[in-house]
């Protein structure tokens, strides 16, 4: 028996089938172990040392494989084909060595792009070794980001309260949407005005002419600035005579572009189909796994994280076939298009992202697959077989035409183009963010030189320059991969990121700077300049690169590294929070203190009238306050809100009645009619807006399709019973039963079909019950050596919170109980102590206060354990307990976490650290 691990149950499944009864395939389900969320898991003074824990919802599964190799002839490594693939294979193999399930068994690292038969079966016949080059990169990155959140992070909660984090790409990529805000707050509208002749040719045929020059100058767009200009210009024009002085016909041709790479298909699939980054790679991760076909579960695209540009020989050869039978011999390029990657540091690794079978047109599974999934899926099929087509042919026409009038001789313009052959238009146009429409798309009628013609009206217009557009998700994805920032694994986690934390919104499909966001990244350019440029960003990108072809030792490039990380991080120790926030309000100054009208003092409160409006910075972040206080409480946030939370979108065809968007306690919703609509005692019907919406992007169709939740998928094909999907408090879900399985994104409860349906409930019956009643008993965090004891995440009935000895935190809105981490949660229960939390009720027992203890340093492999506390004095003030720190004390561990040990590292590294 052969042992295969793969990373999804819906993949293990598959490729069973492929490989027959000689072989057991079994799901990781992703990452089975990562860094601890608390400090010294990476170890700098250690040659970077790294403490890797299991997620407690892999043991099981960890085991399940330990189990299964006792016997086995052989353990084949089969996660994906990227970076993140080799470094779980990898982890797999450590966790197996460690548990000696291990014997002679032969182990083999095998990758296949796709999820077919043949891809596998051909995968098999070349396995290799795990590529220790790869998995020493993805150290390098994992320590980087960890070092960054863990020594960064911290620091912007003592100097910056109210900040939540900071990332090392996401920074920087929050950056470019901040100084997109900034040149936008910055422009200054400039005006111009532009002259446009309808003329007819003898035959009475129309067309349009644009005034480029006058009196032998050239007139660029901006040049006419002033309505006087402009109207001089008329009256020259409107007394003129106008004749044909030059017709130039060119041939032109345009290529089709390259198959998609994961960038490309974020990008087009935002243009085209609106969806989010992660949307789409949710969506195509499906398609990658397959769906049943005949029988059998069939992948349907290529691996998804790419950028890689080329495709296989086999498959060019067969998207040749497929365009000569579907568009004629013509359409087919004489030789196969190759194509090479423009981005930067381009990997090139695998093979675009294509259909494993162009010979499956999209209209043949359109009833296979859900609406999203089937336009993603064209969207694929139509990009590879454009790119293999013949270019387009065009004929550029420019006609120039001479306007006299007296002494004056102005000079008009016509442009147009005419498609003589489409070629690869045929089937695929990419989309353009800012202007989709073909500008010189118009047909000229024909005209000769010396050809009279007549005015047949002349639109005199005022123009104003805009602004730069704030960045879509397609744009920002486009212009990081422009700079080397971020790989395409990373782009849609991102994005993810900035938005979950509050440091941008998403409105009208445009990404604009939320204050928060703003205030972190002035403060990363005043005190962390190096670490939010874009060059140094993406030159950290390139010595990653080199790690994976095996050029730099991984320890290097962490030493160059943290050796000026370090330093920068510990010159802002004395620096005061007054101090910092000084040097944020000048820089902020012109967003957040707008001129005037009656051009006094910016910065005069508004309510005192004596005192000076300036930055500080509380629990829930940055805001305006004034000098004065607290003799003037007066505040404000840092942009002033503009307009009502409500907002009607139109009537329900139904039943008539208002639909709205409106504020509530909990955040926004949506609400059908008013209560005088409905009898006594009953409620208006509403719904939730889930969390990757935006209450602006919410228009009517979408509102009623939240009004009409729950709905029914469809029946279970093994009970009949229905299975419904809805919106509930913990998100998007789909239930059959008593059984609630979690939608991946927001806008899936719209459209998850039956077969996802019953996958997601099946799965989550194998994850096993969760727990539904009763008080939570919660999850270990981490310890908390100041008090001696684990901090522990729970749910509550009013949301998530941190606790340890009685004292209970919330954990803010855009953080769950699975991304708060340990610093954080130390913050928060120190900020509710001080606040006197925790205080016992009256008549009950006051706490015991924990007595210091000492340990020694720890150096073993294993987890901390809990420090046990003694009863203290009963005069201990509970208050002074919480709030006062006690001696550290360095924990002991259980045997749950592993030192780190790559293939390619030396053992002088020694044992890792506790």
Not at 277 to 282: G, V
Not at 739 to 758: C, K
Not at 783 to 803: D, Q
């Amino acid at each position: 028996m052969n042992i295969v691990i793969v990373e999804s149950p819906a993949k293990a499944k598959t490729i069973n089938k492929y490989l027959g009864s000689s072989y057991e395939v079994l799901a990781s389900y992703g990452h089975v172990r990562d860094l601890p969320a608390k400090n010294g898991s990476v170890d700098p003074e250690a040659n970077f040392q790294m403490i890797w824990e299991t997620d407690p919802k892999a043991a099981g599964r960890l085991n399940d494989i330990a189990k299964a190799l006792k016997g086995a002839d052989k353990l084949i490594l089969a996660t994906d084909p990227d970076r993140e693939g080799e470094a779980i294979s990898w982890h797999v193999l450590e966790i197996m060595k460690q548990k000696r399930a291990l014997k002679d068994q032969k182990v083999e690292r095998v990758v296949f792009n796709a999820i077919t038969k043949q891809a596998v079966t051909e995968a098999m016949k070349h396995p290799r070794e795990i590529d220790g080059a790869l998995v020493d990169a993805y150290m390098a990155r994992r320590a980087l980001d960890y070092l960054v959140g863990f020594t960064l992070s911290p620091v912007l909660w003592r100097k910056l309260p109210g900040a939540r984090s900071a990332g090392r790409v996401q920074s920087v990529a929050l950056r470019l949407v901040c100084d997109r805000e900034l040149e936008i707050e910055k422009f200054v509208p400039r005006e111009y005005w532009s002259l446009v002749a309808t003329l007819a040719t003898p035959r009475a045929e129309t067309f349009e002419a644009r005034l480029v020059g006058a009196d032998g100058k050239k007139i660029q767009r901006l040049d006419i600035g002033t309505g006087a200009e402009a109207e001089d210009f008329k009256k020259a024009i409107e007394a003129a005579n106008f004749t044909v002085t030059s017709v130039e016909a060119k041939p032109a041709r345009r290529n089709p572009q390259a198959p998609f790479t994961t960038s490309t298909l974020q990008q087009e699939a935002s243009r085209k189909l609106g969806f989010a980054p992660a949307h789409t790679m949710r969506i195509a991760q499906r398609l990658y796994e397959g769906i049943d076909i005949g029988g059998e579960t069939t992948g349907l695209i290529t691996y998804m994280r790419t950028d890689g540009v080329q495709i296989a020989n086999e498959a060019i050869a067969q998207v040749r076939s497929v365009i000569g039978e579907d568009y004629g011999k013509n359409y087919v390029p004489d030789a196969p298009r190759q194509y090479s990657a423009k981005a930067k540091n381009a990997q090139e690794a695998h093979e675009a992202i294509r259909p494993t079978d162009l010979s499956r047109r999209p209209a043949a599974l359109k009833h296979r697959l859900d609406n999203d999934q089937f336009r993603l899926y064209e969207l694929v099929w139509m990009r590879t077989v454009a790119s293999q087509m013949e270019s387009a042919e065009l004929e550029r026409t420019t006609v120039d035409i001479a306007a006299k009038a007296g002494a004056r001789v102005l000079e008009l313009r016509a442009s147009g183009q005419v498609v003589k052959f489409d070629g690869f238009l045929a089937v695929y146009q990419e989309g353009r963010d800012d202007d989709p429409e073909d500008e010189d798309s118009r047909r000229l009628p024909a005209m000769s030189e010396g050809e009279a013609l007549k005015r047949d009206s002349l639109s005199v217009t005022q123009h104003f320059t805009e602004p730069p557009p704030r960045f879509s998700e397609a744009s920002l994805v486009k212009r990081m991969e422009e700079l080397g920032i971020g790989r395409p694994s990373t782009y849609a986690s991102i994005l993810q990121v900035l938005k979950d934390r509050g440091y941008v919104k998403l409105e009208k499909k445009r990404l604009s700077a939320e204050d928060k966001g703003r205030v972190v990244v002035a403060f990363l350019e005043n005190f962390f300049a190096r670490y939010v440029e874009f060059d140094f960003t993406a030159a950290l990108e390139e010595q990653l690169d080199r790690i994976s072809n095996n050029e730099i030792s991984w320890q290097q490039v962490l030493k160059d590294f943290w050796k000026d990380f370090i330093g920068a991080v510990n010159d802002i120790k004395d620096v005061r929070v007054s101090e910092v926030l000084d040097v944020l309000d000048a820089m902020l100054g012109e967003h957040i203190y707008e001129p005037r009208a009656d051009g006094g003092d910016p910065r005069q409160c508004p309510s005192c009238g004596s005192g000076k409006l300036n930055l500080k910075a509380g629990k829930f972040g940055a805001f305006v306050g004034c000098s004065n206080y607290p003799e003037c409480r007066y505040t404000r946030p840092l942009a002033a809100s503009s307009g009502s939370s409500d907002r009607p979108l139109g009537k329900d065809p139904k039943t008539g009645l208002e639909v709205a968007v409106k504020a509530g306690r909990f955040g926004p919703y949506i609400q059908l009619g008013d209560a005088k609509d409905y009898e006594e005692g009953e409620k208006p019907r509403r719904a939730g807006i889930p969390k990757n919406m935006s209450p602006a992007d919410v228009e009517l169709d979408l509102a009623l399709k939240l009004l009409s939740l729950p709905r029914e998928v469809g029946k279970h094909p093994e009970d009949g019973e229905p299975i419904t999907a809805g919106i509930g408090r913990f998100g998007p879900f789909v239930r059959h039963g008593k059984t609630y399985a979690s939608l991946e994104a927001g806008d899936e409860v719209f459209t998850v079909g039956l077969n996802r349906a019953v996958t997601l409930i099946a799965e989550k019956i194998a994850k096993g019950p969760s727990r539904r009643f009763g008080a939570d008993p919660g999850k270990p965090l981490g310890e908390y050596p100041a008090r001696g004891g684990t901090i522990m995440v729970k749910n509550g009935r009013y949301g998530a919170y941190v606790t340890i000895d009685g004292i209970n935190a919330t954990i803010p809105s855009d953080k769950t109980p699975e991304t708060i981490t340990l610093p954080e949660a130390i913050a928060l229960i120190e900020e509710r102590a001080a606040k006197g939390g925790g205080k016992p009720k009256r008549g009950a027992k006051k706490a015991a206060k924990p007595k210091a203890t000492k340990a020694k340093a720890n150096t073993s492999d294993t987890e901390a354990k809990p420090v046990k506390k003694k009863a203290a004095a009963k005069k201990a003030a509970p208050t002074k307990a919480a709030a006062k720190p006690r001696a550290k004390a360095a924990p002991k561990a259980a045997p749950k976490i592993a030192a780190a040990k790559t293939p390619t590292a030396k053992k002088s590294a020694g044992k890792a650290r506790g």
